[in-house]
């Protein structure tokens, strides 16, 4: 028997090695890999300069706490500030735990506690992050739920300035809902947010631990929309599949998180944060960034040709490495049937299969994917009806 909860309905692939955007398992089969390991791997399986940091600082020291400085951190630090913007960061080991302190840095900078979120979003497992996320089977048995947080529904502006008031100490939010099922936000759904968060004095939060460092085609998805958050937290693609998560935040509210406030033993661990580094070092450049934003446009385009016309297929939605195709049938007999042709891809939202390449993927696996796809939609559209 397992001794492992039951917590994740496993996949019958078990990986023994990988490398760029393929998997290879006991067997010796070679699976593409168009999960990146949940949008955590988005410069393919062990890039070489990532493992070379990460051996590199193995050989220095793996933990001394964040008593030390430690001017690996000021580095990585530096890195997502000036990426995004904004001043100042906490290291996290985990999304959930981003959001965390991103929840709890919001209610003590502002002395309020109502949080708006929005329905479909996904913030984490954790009690606030649970509490924040807007799908009931994730809260299933976990209740009562804390009373901080108001769900509204997504890109409807008008039950959002119902809601906002001065009592609000905070908005937060995902601009591709990614375990959502890939709904983006719209242009002025967001600058109106942006506008009523200033008028009364609420913090906007964007939560970009799956829609950042690169998987949007910009380092950070609220770049494409010209908006100017107060937070950001970023979490999984951030140390290339060693696990951190980053709080990022404007100068102003670093005195109310000062000493003794808030803290995590593990957070900013320099191995994961030498990942970080050598991660960002690859993903913020502008030649890297333009050639994911002409893969990301080549691979929506090619899914619409190839699946938006199938039956089953309701409409494809996608920004940067983030694709959504949103079928009308029971999407998990198709993913085991794309596992059984060596095609990795996840399931999001209700029926909606969601495509995470490497941003490294090439042109030619992002062709075979496609058509892995299209062979096996077409089958299951046939016996659908
Ligand atoms: C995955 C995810 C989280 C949670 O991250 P963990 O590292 O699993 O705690 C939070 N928000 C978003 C948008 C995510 O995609």
Request: with cysteine; proline share 3%.
């Amino acid at each position: 028997m397992s001794h492992l909860f039951p917590t994740y309905k496993r996949w019958e692939v078990e990986p023994v090695t990988a490398s760029g955007t393929v998997v290879t398992d006991k067997e010796g089969r070679e699976y593409l890999d168009f999960t990146s390991g949940i949008g955590v791997c988005n410069l393919g399986h062990r890039p070489k300069n990532v493992e070379e940091a990460i051996v590199d600082q193995l050989g220095r020291f793996w933990h001394v706490s964040n008593l030390f400085e430690q001017g690996i951190q000021e580095q990585a630090a530096k890195l997502l500030a000036e990426a995004a913007a904004l001043d100042l960061v906490f290291f996290a080991n985990s999304g959930a735990e981003a959001n965390e302190a991103a929840i709890k840095l919001a209610k003590k900078a502002t002395g309020k506690s109502k949080i708006i979120t929005f329905n479909q979003s996904f913030h984490g497992r954790t009690f606030g992050a649970m509490a924040a996320t807007g799908q009931e089977k994730i809260k299933q048995g976990f209740g009562p739920m804390l009373k901080e947080f108001v769900h509204l529904p997504f890109n409807d502006l008008k039950a959002f300035e119902n809601e906002i008031e001065k009592d609000t100490a905070a908005v937060m939010l995902e601009i591709v809902q990614g375990e959502g099922g890939i709904h983006i936000a719209g242009q002025e759904f967001l600058h109106s947010i942006e506008k009523a968060c200033k008028k009364y004095g609420a913090l906007l939060i964007i939560d970009e631990i799956q829609t950042g460092i690169g998987r949007t085609a910009k380092p950070f998805a609220y770049q494409h929309f010209g908006i100017k958050p107060d937070i950001v937290t970023v979490a999984k693609g951030l140390g290339s599949g060693l696990p951190i998560g980053a709080v990022i935040g404007k100068s102003g509210l670093g005195e109310f998180f000062g000493a003794g406030s808030h803290g995590s033993t593990f957070g900013g661990n320099p191995v994961s944060v030498a990942a970080a580094i050598a991660t960002m070092e690859s993903v913020f450049q502008e030649d890297f960034l333009s050639e994911v934003t002409e893969k990301g446009v080549y691979m929506t385009q090619l899914a619409e040709k190839n699946l938006a016309g199938l039956e089953s297929v309701n409409e494809i939605r996608g920004l940067g490495m983030m694709v959504g195709i949103e079928m009308n049938i029971d999407i998990q007999p198709i993913l085991k049937k794309l596992r059984d042709k060596n095609l990795l891809v996840l399931p999001a939202g209700e029926n909606v299969i969601r495509l995470l390449p490497p941003l490294t993927v090439s042109k030619e696996e992002i062709v075979k994917a496609i058509e892995i796809l299209k062979e096996t939609i077409k089958l299951h559209s046939v016996t659908a009806v």
